[in-house]
């Protein structure tokens, strides 16, 4: 019995290889956008319809072109963020149409609640980049959302974001509005603004939204995060070496376009696949099988020296309790020790994706912080180790007031600003608070400490100029 996650050998790595290769040859992957299947023809690669089949040579040709690490920029260049090799960032959660309220409930999310978590993103000492969709604003007319969004992200977090790859119109809007907050397309070609998520529809598809968006991004030089989310048994095998190489052809294939459109531009490879729930036929992000994958997409990442990426505080919980807690670090640790480069959903996420909590976010905020913490290298240097201190306690002695203790006490032992270490008097004396509540009530303060980071109000000006331009008459609740 094993005492820790599965190391793939190199011999079963190119296993998984190979019979990606194979499904590319005699099966091919349907494309459901003309223009991708246009660019796949002109590159000579071998199209049927919409099926498109990928050579050996087609995938080994990309890969030698995809860059291993990258900067994606922020407004403030103090933000800039290192991609890739031993430089990872966290995200918020992505997707959600809903937010759990302290009591539990569920409410459809609400542009205010999309600002408000882009506040919390910058105000986080945990949250290294700003997200997109971090909830579904049913407020925003649909025409423009991508565009409320994306101003939000820029106008109240100068931190690096993702991008809006809704469809084609919204990834070259997304490119537009960044080329005006960047002073020019130019900018944008050296180190991307943004991430954008690029999922297959799987078994072996790519949506016309997916693959055009992918397209307009990487011509725009901004990077993509080509993933899959594959349900054992459901839409993937229902083995996990299975799954992994059905993942592997559709990423592969993805990473492929990109190259083709523009050589170089930088891509991560990525997963979120897990189990599905044999009772409900519900996705399983709780499961213990999705952290498995996060591990070995870890390692097919670094077998093709590309970044990676996965889920952070994945759960299936519906409330903010231990199930969630449990659940979300699992899968968080495990994307930070697997050496997972871009770890989305991070902080907020609850129930599968279905939503946001704000108290959720700072639990899973100090849980980050936490985990910083555990990975800090530690120097060992005889002044660590001070031996001298040691021989001066002497045996039955204490280090309480020692000068170096009192030098180093905040800075040598994490202090939580969430978690309880008070003994059981204290914590009753308190009105005996659990970590929810705690949450709550620190919610309001932390908003209220956020500051507009610094813009000329002429570059202010010209990005909501843009994108009214962009909006075509749909009103925009960002402005």
Not at 110 to 118: A, C, G, P, R, T
Not at 125 to 133: A, C, E, H, K, Y
Not at 419 to 441: H, I, Q, V, Y
Request: proline letters at 6%; a negative charge.
């Amino acid at each position: 019995m094993h005492n820790r996650m599965q190391t793939l050998t190199k011999q079963e790595m190119d296993k998984i290889h190979e019979a990606s290769l194979k499904i590319l040859e005699t099966t091919g992957i349907v494309f459901n956008d003309p223009e991708c299947l246009e660019i796949f023809k002109q590159h000579g690669l071998r199209v049927e319809g919409k099926k498109v089949f990928p050579a050996a040579k087609d995938v080994e040709t990309a890969l030698k072109t995809c860059p291993e690490t990258f900067v994606v920029k922020a407004l403030n260049p103090d933000n800039n963020r290192k991609v890739g090799l031993d430089d990872f960032v966290m995200l918020p959660g992505y997707g959600a149409p809903f937010v759990t309220l302290p009591d539990g409930s569920q409410r459809k999310s609400e542009f205010k609640d999309y600002v408000n978590l882009v506040k919390l993103v910058q105000t986080s000492p945990s949250i290294d980049m700003n997200g997109f969709l971090l909830v579904e604003p049913c407020d925003s007319d649909h025409r423009a959302a991508h565009l409320d969004m994306l101003l939000a992200g820029l106008l109240n977090c100068d931190k690096p974001l993702m991008g809006t790859p809704i469809n084609r119109k919204a990834a070259s809007d997304c490119v537009e509005v960044l080329a005006t907050a960047f002073g020019g397309r130019d900018q944008l070609m050296d180190h991307p603004a943004t991430i954008s998520l690029i999922n297959s529809l799987s078994p072996l598809q790519f949506s016309e939204e997916m693959a055009s968006s992918l397209v307009q991004l990487v011509k725009g030089g901004q990077a993509v995060c080509v993933a899959a989310l594959i349900m054992m048994g459901s839409s993937g095998p229902i083995t996990i070496p299975g799954v992994l190489t059905l993942q592997n052809a559709e990423i592969l294939t993805g990473i492929v376009l990109a190259q083709l459109v523009r050589p170089g531009a930088p891509v991560i490879y990525g997963s979120t696949s897990s189990a599905m729930d044999l009772k409900s036929g519900a996705l399983a992000c709780g499961a213990p099988e999705l952290s498995m994958f996060v591990n070995c997409t870890a390692q097919m990442a670094r077998y093709y020296h590309l970044p990676s990426r996965s889920g952070g505080g994945l759960n299936d919980s519906l409330v903010v309790d231990a199930q969630a807690g449990a659940e979300s670090a699992l899968s968080l640790l495990t994307a930070v020790n697997s050496g997972i480069n871009f770890i989305l959903h991070a902080a907020g996420i609850l129930g599968s994706y279905i939503s946001m909590s704000f108290e959720k976010f700072l639990l899973d905020e100090e849980v980050a912080a936490m985990i910083r913490r555990m990975i800090r290298p530690m120097p060992v240097s005889e002044a660590d180790i001070d031996v001298e201190s040691i021989i001066k306690v002497g045996p039955g002695g204490h280090f309480l007031t020692q000068s170096k203790t009192t030098k180093l006490c905040r800075k040598e032992i994490f202090q939580p600003k969430l978690m309880n270490r008070s003994n059981l008097e204290s914590w009753t004396a308190a009105g005996s608070p659990d970590l929810r509540r705690k949450a709550t009530d620190k919610l309001e303060a932390r908003l209220e400490s956020w500051t507009a980071p610094d813009m000329p109000a002429s570059q202010r000006a010209d990005i909501l100029k843009k994108a009214k331009e962009l909006a075509d008459g749909a009103p925009l609740l960002a402005t």
